[in-house]
């Protein structure tokens, strides 16, 4: 990386790392939304902009990452900081089935999306039915539980949770970048580029496949166990909802596909511009539900539209940190 | 002479029609063998079965000495086939380096060798002063020597040419005619498929005719390019 | 079979027919041009809304809005393909995709907004009347949308197979190169088969929202459904559509029967992941 690009990067890190100190409770809360959409968008843009396949349910590993995690606590008083580890494979396995499932039978493209769509709707609805888990009426941590503000517990302020989610921000990208210049990224590329062609030059392109979705799917599931605990309630309606597995595409594909900066430049633009929609919206008291949403989708087909390789390539080439490989 | 290759009593159906029938063949290790005919022969379909992108509904493949009929196309390569595609296939986003890179990949996994493999096959292709050009930005002669190189790259001890001379003028023919020269001479057996005839006539030492699936005839090119059938069917008169 | 199950079966196919009506739209747009409309689910949720307007304002049953409905959305899908969709059709699968995605989240969100989330259902005068034929109760207003999609599935079939435009698109669908080749105005053909597609939506939901009650939440439920009926039926086969969406609203019938009322999409998710598996071109369509 160029050293205006290393420049820039350490300034940003030494900004985020000290805005608590300046910063007020609202923008400390759109802050972690923007580090835990990056991290989200860093995990999904592994599967499809480097692997190439594209996956419109991932709100699947959110959601069972959560549901894990949080139910070990509310039953077990299993803390996340435990949890996770078990979530973690939890949300893999599922990951794989899935991918087994259309990998193994050649399934493509759209099949493929609309395969990962089925399996969060279908996860969705039998959640819907999981009495040992409060079903539709949904999951709740209560603060009152002993010990549920203790910082193993992730209980407390939303100080802890803007470091933790800054730290998964930064860590994914790191990961992203380290895989990406490995032998394993390079394969990825390959299978992403033209399957058939990898496999002549003797990659095993399901293989490749299946670690890269249990990378972003274990990935989706830490960020569910944040999402869980953040928000102390669970529903199967949400969580598992379509609108969360289109939540976590739109910053990597605004940002830019397969780079590695890509997911973070979207979250940076689309987080605090959806949540100033929002409190502009509430200013004048009007009730507007779904006016974000509404936003989100039209980004989405303007950026689809007109720049489709994202906003980060354009912004690398603008500022002269472009090099051959994004 | 060891049999690298051996091809024996292979057939492909593909609903009906008979796309390769009973073909059987050796190649030996370092030799280079050239697969003629006209179009629809079966020609493509056998290189595939060979390298693994279909499975043959009779017959056995052996490469040195292992049976590797119905194989998936990446366990065909790791046991030391390369291939190139007809019509060529590189990684359209990717530099011409990291496309030889990830052929090398399959040598080994440390990146550092993989790049040093890399850019000795690229001067050996004469690639080396493109190395950081996009691979959908190429020249179509400078594109098929991007697929040889990636193929090369994997270190094979067999390279399937598919027709690798398609498109190219006698100048770039002849230069490619002698890369493949010199890597036959450092041990690389070539199998290629053809219709270039002087680039047969300048690299092949033992050729197979195919038409309509099956094997009209075999042997060195004198033979074969007399042969009565053989002229009748696809060359023509003017055979040479 | 029990007199409880037959009626279920019965309603089942009646809604079916509806369903079919809907995943029709869906299937010619992608069997000719081989767009995936995520937002099918969405504008048929807009025509359901459309239907609950003018019967609300002007009191007009929704059989009688039912032509004008089509008519307009017709319109709107010709004009919607040629200013947005027509540049994605060369461009990567994915970029369409995404670009529709986009467009269903606006949409549904869209009507979030303007009608909020509660269920506009329509009261006929004769909502709760059936017919009887022996053991046998069925709903008038089940039967009249299943005829009605009956009907228009019938006049969409004859114009493809009897008409110069129809056959033209068939062209299209079968043989691209072909039909430009043979001079053809795909340009045109490809609008015109987008406007059939939507007219198909815009009909489903007229009828559908005789015996469905229009929310924003049923609009990504459509889309998903008219994708399990396709897929079971066959892209690009207009049968499968139909059979597909018959066999689809029987087995939800019976699943939210004899299962869960709100188990039964789980069943059709199932179905969706069980075709894809093991026969993804479904029962009619073509080999992809």
Same mark, same amino acid.
């Given at each position: 990386m160029p050293p205006l690009g290393r420049a820039l990067c350490a300034l940003l890190l030494l900004a985020c790392l000290a805005a608590?100190?300046?910063?007020?409770?609202?923008?400390?809360?759109?802050?972690?939304?923007?580090?835990?959409?990056?991290?989200?968008?860093?995990?999904?843009?592994?599967?499809?902009?480097?692997?190439?396949?594209?996956?419109?349910?991932?709100?699947?590993?959110?959601?069972?990452?959560?549901?894990?995690?949080?139910?070990?606590?509310?039953?077990?008083?299993?803390?996340?900081?435990?949890?996770?580890?078990?979530?973690?494979?939890?949300?893999?396995?599922?990951?794989?089935?899935?991918?087994?499932?259309?990998?193994?039978?050649?399934?493509?493209?759209?099949?493929?999306?609309?395969?990962?769509?089925?399996?969060?709707?279908?996860?969705? =609805?039998?959640?819907?039915? *999981?009495?040992?888990?409060?079903?539709?009426?949904?999951?709740?941590?209560? #603060?009152? @539980? &002993? +010990? %549920?503000?203790?910082?193993?517990?992730?209980?407390?302020?939303?100080?802890?949770?803007?470091?933790?989610?800054?730290?998964?921000?930064?860590?994914a990208t790191l990961l992203v970048a380290r895989l990406r210049r490995s032998p394993l990224g390079y394969r990825w590329l390959a299978v992403r580029e033209d399957p058939e062609a990898a496999q002549a030059a003797g990659i095993n392109i399901i293989r490749a496949r299946m670690i890269a979705m249990a990378i972003s799917a274990g990935m989706t599931a830490i960020g569910g166990v944040f999402y869980g605990?953040?928000?102390?309630?669970?529903?199967?309606?949400?969580?598992?909802?379509?609108?969360?597995?289109?939540?976590?595409?739109?910053?990597?594909?605004?940002?830019?596909?397969?780079?590695?900066?890509?997911?973070?430049?979207?979250? =940076?633009?689309?987080?605090? *511009?959806?949540?100033?929609?929002?409190?502009?919206?509430?200013?004048?008291? #009007?009730? @507007? &539900? +779904? %006016?974000?949403?509404?936003?989100?989708?039209?980004?989405?087909?303007?950026?689809?539209?007109?720049?489709?390789?994202?906003?980060?390539?354009?912004?690398?080439?603008?500022?002269?940190?472009?090099?051959?490989?994004? | 002479m060891t049999e690298l290759l051996s091809v024996s009593g292979i057939s492909k159906r593909f609903r009906g029609l008979t796309a390769v029938s009973n073909v059987s063949f050796n190649v030996h290790a370092g030799e280079i063998f050239a697969v003629i005919g006209p179009n629809g022969a079966g020609k493509t379909t056998l290189f595939s079965m060979i390298a693994g992108a279909l499975a043959p509904d009779e017959g056995r493949i052996t490469f040195a000495g292992e049976r590797i009929e119905g194989l998936r196309p990446d366990q065909i390569a790791r046991r030391g086939i390369g291939r190139t595609f007809q019509i060529v296939r590189p990684f359209p986003a990717l530099s011409v380096e990291d496309n030889v890179v990830i052929g090398a990949l399959l040598q080994t996994d440390a990146l550092d060798r993989a790049h040093q493999i890399a850019e000795q096959t690229m001067v050996q292709l004469d690639l080396?002063?493109?190395?950081?050009?996009?691979?959908?930005?190429?020249?179509?002669?400078?594109?098929?020597?991007?697929?040889?190189?990636?193929?090369?790259?994997?270190?094979?001890?067999?390279?399937?040419?598919?027709?690798?001379?398609?498109?190219?003028?006698?100048?770039?023919?002849?230069?490619?005619?002698?890369?493949?020269?010199?890597?036959?001479?450092?041990?690389?057996?070539?199998?290629?498929?053809?219709?270039?005839?002087?680039?047969?006539?300048?690299?092949?030492?033992?050729?197979?005719?195919?038409?309509?699936?099956?094997?009209?005839?075999?042997?060195?090119?004198?033979?074969?390019?007399?042969?009565?059938?053989?002229?009748?069917?696809?060359?023509?008169?003017?055979?040479? | 079979m029990t007199a409880i199950t037959l009626n279920i079966v019965v309603q089942g196919l009646l809604t079916g027919l509806v369903y079919g009506l809907m995943a029709l739209g869906l299937s010619v747009i992608f069997g000719v041009m081989r767009v995936v409309n995520f937002a099918h689910g969405e504008f048929t949720v807009v025509a359901m809304y459309a239907a609950f307007l003018l019967f609300d304002a002007f009191n007009l049953s929704p059989l009688l809005t039912l032509l004008p409905i089509a008519a307009a959305f017709f319109v709107l899908g010709y004009v919607l393909q040629r200013s947005l969709i027509a540049p994605f059709i060369s461009r990567a699968e994915h970029e369409q995709f995404i670009l529709l995605v986009g467009l269903a989240t606006v949409v549904v969100n869209g009507l979030l907004l303007i009608f909020g989330p509660d269920a506009r259902p329509i009261n006929l005068p004769y909502s709760f009347d059936s017919y009887e034929f022996g053991p046998l109760f069925l709903d008038k207003v089940r039967v009249f949308a299943a005829l009605g999609a009956f009907a228009i599935c019938l006049v969409l079939f004859l114009f493809f197979r009897y008409t110069r435009t129809g056959t033209a698109i068939r062209a299209c669908a079968d043989n691209l190169t072909g039909a430009g080749v043979v001079g053809l105005n795909v340009k045109q053909l490809y609008a015109v088969t987008f406007g059939i597609g939507f007219a198909c939506v815009g009909a489903a939901g007229t009828?559908?929202?005789?015996?469905?009650?229009?929310?924003?939440?049923?609009?990504?439920?459509?889309?998903?459904?008219?994708?399990?009926?396709?897929?079971?039926?066959?892209?690009?086969?207009?049968?499968?559509?139909?059979?597909g969406g018959i066999l689809i609203g029987i087995s939800e019938a019976l699943a939210g029967f004899y299962i869960q009322p709100s188990m039964k999409s789980m069943f059709s998710f199932a179905l969706l992941i069980l075709v894809l598996v093991l026969r993804p071109q479904g029962l009619m369509g073509r080999r992809l």
């Open positions: 608590p100190l300046v910063a007020d409770r609202y923008l400390l809360s759109v802050l972690i939304l923007v580090f835990y959409f990056a991290y989200l968008g860093q995990a999904w843009n592994l599967l499809m902009g480097f692997a190439g396949q594209l996956s419109l349910g991932h709100a699947l590993y959110l959601g069972l990452g959560a549901y894990t995690a949080t139910a070990l606590w509310t039953l077990f008083g299993i803390g996340p900081w435990i949890g996770v580890f078990i979530a973690i494979p939890v949300a893999t396995a599922a990951g794989l089935a899935v991918g087994w499932l259309g990998w193994r039978f050649a399934i493509q493209g759209v099949y493929f999306a609309l395969l990962t769509i089925a399996f969060a709707e279908f996860t969705r =609805i039998g959640f819907d039915h *999981l009495t040992i888990t409060g079903a539709s009426a949904g999951l709740f941590l209560s #603060v009152s @539980t &002993p +010990g %549920a503000d203790k910082w193993w517990n992730l209980g407390g302020g939303p100080l802890l949770y803007y470091y933790i989610a800054l730290a998964l921000a930064v860590g605990f953040y928000y102390r309630n669970l529903f199967p309606s949400q969580v598992f909802d379509i609108s969360r597995s289109i939540e976590i595409i739109i910053a990597p594909i605004i940002g830019g596909l397969g780079t590695i900066f890509g997911p973070i430049v979207g979250a =940076i633009i689309l987080t605090p *511009l959806g949540e100033s929609l929002t409190a502009l919206i509430q200013h004048f008291g #009007v009730n @507007t &539900p +779904g %006016a974000k949403s509404i936003f989100y989708g039209l980004v989405l087909m303007v950026i689809i539209s007109l720049q489709p390789s994202g906003v980060w390539p354009w912004l690398a080439r603008r500022l002269g940190l472009n090099r051959s490989r994004p | 080396i002063g493109k190395r950081d050009q996009i691979a959908s930005s190429l020249t179509l002669p400078d594109r098929k020597r991007l697929e040889v190189a990636r193929a090369l790259a994997t270190g094979p001890k067999l390279l399937l040419l598919d027709e690798v001379m398609a498109g190219l003028r006698p100048t770039e023919t002849d230069r490619i005619v002698a890369t493949l020269r010199e890597l036959n001479a450092g041990g690389v057996t070539i199998l290629l498929i053809e219709h270039v005839m002087r680039a047969v006539t300048a690299l092949a030492s033992r050729i197979l005719v195919l038409h309509h699936g099956a094997a009209i005839a075999e042997g060195s090119p004198e033979q074969v390019l007399r042969d009565p059938a053989v002229i009748e069917s696809y060359l023509g008169a003017e055979s040479l | 009828l559908m929202a005789t015996i469905a009650d229009a929310s924003p939440g049923l609009a990504q439920a459509y889309t998903l459904l008219g994708f399990v009926i396709v897929i079971i039926g066959g892209l690009g086969s207009m049968a499968g559509a139909l059979i």
